[in-house]
């Protein structure tokens, strides 16, 4: 378990790199040591002066190491920001979707929360819908969707705006989305 992470990471190290990608690097692990990997991945971090490119579904452990935050969906980016951004103020509804799953311990932060439940099957990646990726399984979904591939942009409901919640997302539609207790 998390001895064959350190050993990795060490590996990693030896050739004095200024980037380095982990894959899923705790999610086998054990909560209690999911948590002393992190720390040393951060004290590293600080030591060596690097950069992660950490790829991962646990959304609390992404945002407890990230500065910048990317959601894909279906190999194609569907957001990105700070992490500030993509979970306090999401704007793609793939990622609105993905933050109201996340579990909230605290019943009273539970209580008003919207979950939002995706219907359909997940496309074929070798295959992809056209257009949106995500248009199968979105409830905001129109025929430009199927016609248009969405940039990566912030959105219009942006425009003119100076706030720090205006980031990149892929969405005709997109706009802020509060989600309750999104993986804080």
């Known amino acids: 378990g998390g001895q064959r992470q350190r050993i990795g990471i060490a590996r990693g190290l030896a050739l004095n790199p200024e980037i380095i990608?982990?894959?899923e690097p705790v999610s086998a692990l054990d909560v209690s040591v999911q948590a002393q990997v992190v720390n040393l991945m951060e004290k590293l971090q600080d030591e060596f002066n690097l950069s992660y490119i950490f790829i991962a579904h646990d959304l609390s452990i992404v945002r407890h190491i990230s500065d910048r935050v990317g959601v894909m969906y279906l190999g194609k980016m569907a957001e990105i920001g700070t992490d500030v951004q993509i979970y306090d103020h999401p704007t793609h509804p793939y990622t609105q979707a993905l933050l109201s799953a996340v579990p909230v311990p605290d019943p009273d932060a539970r209580e008003g929360r919207e979950r939002i439940i995706l219907t359909g099957d997940v496309p074929s990646p070798a295959n992809p819908p056209s257009g949106c990726r995500f248009r199968t399984r979105c409830w905001k979904a129109e025929d430009k969707c199927a016609e248009e591939v969405p940039l990566l942009a912030v959105p219009e409901v942006f425009a003119g705006k100076k706030t720090p919640a205006a980031h990149e997302s892929a969405c005709h539609?997109?706009?802020?989305?509060?989600?309750?207790?999104?993986a804080s």
């Open 173 to 182: 539609f997109a706009e802020e989305k509060q989600v309750v207790g999104a």
């Open 21 to 23: 990608i982990c894959d």
